[in-house]
């Protein structure tokens, strides 16, 4: 339960799998760079600390986690609660902040309460990330429009009275460069998937404003030189009335941690067919927030966006991630020094794009369409994130989530899978694990692990975006979904939209009986065909060799022979 997944994994090193691990590290690294300094601007700290951070945890995160794909490094979730931990108690009052929560982290994996956290409702989730990126949004108007408002107030409201009294110090030239940093990285997918728009943007611009001596903040005036070292690793100053203040952000960071990292790991295990440890995992990332404070760096937590890429350009055991944090390295040792010259509007506009992509309009919009009590917990925490504070957010949400938890295990005739998703294990554990199958080339495979953890589904369709080219055909493994709501069917909806667009075949495998008679009178399963849906993954990768015009293997040992009878005897009930 407590072995890292790279010591699991190391048997399966050979030359040719770690060579395409190393690739898809170096790839990842460069995707992380123009991310790990936006996000330490943004969170009230010198930009170097956001590369020490991708640095050191990343690969602490990489070499003792539970997950074999996941990368670590600083998110935008951790921005509005650093922001105001820094305002309030320092750099220093950080650091320790951050400590204390891996001890937290780490206790949490010992007492082996990761699994429980995907089981936290969905519309908490959206709630306080929408909140987040509406926040995160509010930070970067100074830049982008070149306000001169001097230091900005912690809270949502001040920020924007701040910004309406100082409207006439607007920059066209900050604006400018702001607007094309923006429709770079926007448009820049067309060209090319494989290098990352942010990077392209801060590139053009930066050579710009520095070719062109245009007039705009940037990195060299606000912060100074950007150290190209790691520095010597000292112990911040502990001071214990200051240590029982931060008790609760700690808690904070650690609560978000947790649940960043392990949404990114399920999402990753959906991807690549595999089951990573929830426990281990909080255990490394408990490690990496402890280690990487020593060196000045600021929390750590999985990156659903840098994983999702690291799996789609090949990654498939934590080496990858190890490589992504020498990458980074290599960079901030060879290529520091010039990183003083990017322009804060170009930042700026990197950080708008993060926000807007971490408010998940569409699906905040499907949940306003679920029940009340969904609707109610969603704009409660929504509304506390924005308005109010970050931690009494995740408070109310996670009381939120116990009452809602209950509420929906009362409902449950059968608790087996719930039991099952409590447990621990590791995919050479589960006999129909995707592993031991061979999946056909343009076939990909993605399971949603947990009753109610839909919003797996939800980040599965956005990391489905940074793949250049679509499958041909598309799994759903189903089995561990009991039960099926309007947001599930939603989901399902869209995934077949999107399948249907790009000219791929959707198939769904292991679907229960609920959910079965749940998609008939939502209409989904006329809209995927009885055809495309099956009782188990081996009969589901035929129909995918069919589709291929390849030769079948033949049925399962658990085949369903009927759509129609699971349905019946349902209904019957």
């Known amino acids: 339960m407590f072995k890292p997944k790279f010591f699991t994994v190391l048997p399966e090193l050979t030359p040719d799998r770690v ?26 700290v010198s930009p170097d600390k956001g590369l020490i951070t991708a640095v050191i945890g990343g690969f602490l995160v990489s070499f003792l986690g539970g997950s074999r794909v996941q990368i670590g490094g600083p998110t935008g979730a951790f921005i509005v609660i650093l922001y105001g931990i820094v305002q309030q108690y320092g750099i220093n009052g950080l650091l320790v902040a951050t400590m204390m929560a891996g001890v937290i982290l780490v206790l949490m994996g010992i007492a082996q309460f990761g699994s429980l ?56 030239s900050s604006f400018l460069v702001g607007m094309l940093s923006l429709l770079i990285i926007v448009f820049w997918p067309r060209v090319s998937r494989k290098i990352p728009g942010s990077l392209i943007a801060i590139l053009v611009s930066t050579l ?55 949404l990114s790991a399920v999402v990753a295990d959906g991807m690549i067919g595999g089951r990573h440890k929830s426990n281990m995992e909080l255990i490394a990332q408990g490690a990496a ?32 991630g190890m490589v992504h944090a020498i990458t980074l390295l290599g960079i901030m040792l060879l290529f520091g020094r010039w990183a003083k010259l990017i322009p804060m509007p170009a930042l700026a506009a990197i950080l708008i794009v993060v926000s807007w992509n971490m408010s998940e309009i569409s699906v905040f919009k499907q949940l306003l369409k679920s ?16 308005v109010f504070d970050l931690t009494l957010a995740i408070e109310i949400g996670m009381l939120l989530s116990v009452i809602l938890f209950m509420q929906r295990m009362a409902g449950l005739a059968n608790v087996g899978i719930v039991t099952n998703e409590l447990q621990d294990r590791d995919e050479e554990d589960d006999p129909n694990t995707i592993v031991t199958r061979k999946i056909p080339d343009g076939v990909e495979v993605f399971e949603i692990n947990g009753p109610f953890f839909f919003g797996a589904a939800s980040k599965f369709r956005d990391a489905m975006h940074i793949v250049e080219n679509a499958p041909k055909v598309r799994i759903i493994r189903m089995r561990q979904v009991l039960t099926v709501d309007a947001t599930g069917l939603n989901m399902l909806k869209e995934l077949h939209e999107d399948c249907r667009k790009s000219g791929a075949r959707l198939i769904l495998s292991g679907v229960h ?7 008939q009178q939502f ?33 399962g040992k658990n085949f369903v022979p009927s759509v129609e009878r699971e349905i019946g005897k349902h209904l019957h009930k």
Not at 26 to 44: C, D, R, T, W
Not at 214 to 242: L, Y
Not at 539 to 549: I, P, Y
């Open 371 to 386: 029940p009340r009590s969904d609707v109610v917990v969603l704009l409660t925490t929504f509304g506390l994130t924005v």
């Open 208 to 262: 710009l404003v520095h070719l062109l001596h245009i007039d705009v903040p940037t990195i060299e005036s606000r912060f100074g030189e950007i150290p190209s070292t790691i520095p010597q690793p000292s112990f911040p100053t502990f001071d214990f009335s200051s240590v029982r203040q931060l008790i609760m952000p700690a808690t904070t960071i650690a609560l978000l941690g947790a649940i960043e990292a392990l």
């Open 513 to 519: 009986a609920q959910p079965l008679s749940a998609m």
């Open 117 to 172: 956290i995907k089981f936290i409702p969905y519309p908490v989730i959206v709630g306080f990330t929408s909140g987040i990126a509406v926040i995160i949004f509010s930070s970067q108007v100074k830049d982008f429009l070149g306000l001169e408002t001097g230091p900005l107030p912690g809270d949502f409201i001040g920020k924007w009275t701040a910004y309406a009294s100082h409207i006439g110090t607007f920059s066209l």
């Open 19 to 44: 060579m395409k691990d190393m690739v898809a590290g170096i790839m990842v690294g460069i995707v992380a760079l123009p991310l790990a300094i936006a996000f330490a601007i943004a969170s009230g």
């Open 523 to 555: 209409g989904l399963l006329d809209d995927i065909g009885e055809e495309n849906v099956f009782g188990n993954i081996d009969d589901a990768l035929d129909r995918s060799r069919e589709v291929l015009g390849l030769p079948k293997l033949g049925r």
């Open 289 to 320: 927030n402890i280690v990487t404070p020593l060196f000045g760096g600021i929390p750590v937590t999985g990156a659903i966006a840098r994983t999702a890429t690291n799996v789609k350009n090949g990654g498939r055991s934590p080496v990858a």
